[in-house]
């Protein structure tokens, strides 16, 4: 099968935490690769955000990756480049008049633009996947309020013209379900993880008498909860945290959020026990995990959460809010322990029961571990997306204007 991932401004090739770099690159480069290794032709499309980036590269897992001149060639805010897709689209349209895919899988909302109004002129079959809605973050009150206006309602206008949507959640299954798209045109795939790279096989380093440690990752936004966790682990003198990931945006260890969290940490008297690595490089990342007695997840909205999960494959507990995807990949009591949002109490409890409970910890890991085995290979998430992907050959062409 012939396949084009458009992720405009996700490249599967894009350095881990820096910028705008997040889950959507890890899924597109993850999934790209593993279609790649069952004998699909993939292409990625994603927009030429800095000059010296080639037209075009094979990438060492097998798929190609196309830069795509829409816009300045330089990094924008991933809600900055909607003004581009047009441009974007013409691109998409001149490639596939020339060679048709036999599915086009577009990655947020601002790709699946794009997408349909190629789709609308050449009949292209097309698959969605949104990463986030943003109804849903609206409702969580987790927007940064960069993402332009009317962005809900493009988002229904291209469910109700993707050939087939893949929900990486049961939430957002139920939510584009409100929005009036059939269930007949949902699939529920979620979110992969290489369980090669994390395991709970590997180096462990802990010097001895430390403090029990708490990791926290992602991309410093005010969105992903870290001035949560830091709240939470004041509470704790027995425990230290360690925060792993870039600003979001372009900058250095000095950015603005950055600077916020350590502000925090100072006056909340724990600033010796608060550690902001900045960027890990993915390849380290386990070995961080690893070294964690407990994970802590704080985000104020997460659409799937890959660091819960990334966490449960190297066999390490996880206590995180009980928002959005992170409902479906942890199972509270056993896989790790959810904690409602806007429950500090709760969630220093949480955290020192796993801190204090090593055998309680060590089950959670080890259960954690097992699911992510069971339900999370890229290789199963390859064949549930194939699937997505031969019902949407199936299905009529759809547009911009289709009514639901």
């Known amino acids: 099968m012939r396949i084009a991932m458009v992720s405009e401004h996700a490249s ?15 899924h597109v480069a993850a999934l790209s690769a593993a279609l790649a290794r069952r004998g699909h032709e993939v292409t990625v499309y994603a927009r030429r955000d800095d000059a ?144 090669d790279l994390f395991t709970p096989s590997g180096q462990r380093e802990r010097p001895a008498g430390r403090r029990k440690r708490v990791v926290s990752v992602g991309r410093l936004a005010p969105g992903k909860g870290f001035d949560i966790a830091i709240e939470a682990v004041a509470r704790i003198p027995a425990a230290e945290l360690v925060i792993a990931g870039g600003p979001d945006g372009a900058g250095a260890k000095g950015s603005g959020e950055a600077r916020r969290l350590r502000a925090l940490a100072r006056n909340l008297g724990c600033e010796q026990r608060v550690h902001l690595l900045g960027q890990v490089p993915r390849d380290r990342m386990p070995e961080l995990l690893r070294t964690a007695d407990a994970v802590l997840c704080t985000p104020r909205y997460e659409s799937f959460g890959m660091v819960p999960l990334e966490a449960m494959a190297c066999g390490v507990p996880v206590v995180a809010h009980a928002v959005g995807g992170v409902l479906d990949t942890v199972i509270d009591g056993v896989t790790g322990v959810l904690v409602p949002p806007h429950r500090p109490r709760l969630l220093v409890s949480a955290l020192r029961e796993v801190l204090s409970r090593p055998a309680f910890a060590e089950g959670l890991g080890i259960a954690g571990r097992d699911r992510a085995v069971a339900r999370y290979s890229w290789d199963q998430i390859a064949t549930e997306t194939e699937h997505a992907y031969q019902r949407a050959a199936l299905a009529p062409a759809g547009s911009l204007d289709r009514s639901s």
């Not at 599967?12 to 690159?25: E, I």
Request: proline share 7%; hydrophobic share 40%; net charge neutral.
């Open 52 to 195: 010296d980036l080639p037209e075009g590269m094979i990438s060492g897992d097998g798929y190609q990756v196309v830069h795509v001149a829409a816009g300045p060639p330089r990094r924008l805010p991933k809600d900055a480049v909607m003004p581009h897709m047009t441009e974007f689209a013409r691109f998409l349209r001149t490639e596939w008049s020339r060679e048709a895919p036999d599915v086009a899988h577009a990655h947020f909302w601002t790709s699946g633009i794009a997408t349909q109004l190629v789709s609308r002129v050449l009949g292209t079959r097309t698959i969605q996947t949104f990463h986030v809605l943003g109804s849903l973050e609206h409702s969580a009150g987790a927007t940064s309020g960069a993402s332009p206006d009317g962005r809900i309602r493009t988002e229904r206008a291209i469910a109700r013209a993707a050939s087939r949507i893949i929900a990486a959640s049961s939430e957002e299954a139920f939510e584009l379900a409100r929005m009036g798209v059939p269930g007949t045109r949902i699939s529920r795939v979620p979110c992969g993880v290489d369980l």
């Open 12 to 26: 599967p090739l894009a350095s881990p935490g820096t910028g705008n770099w997040g889950g959507q690159n890890v």
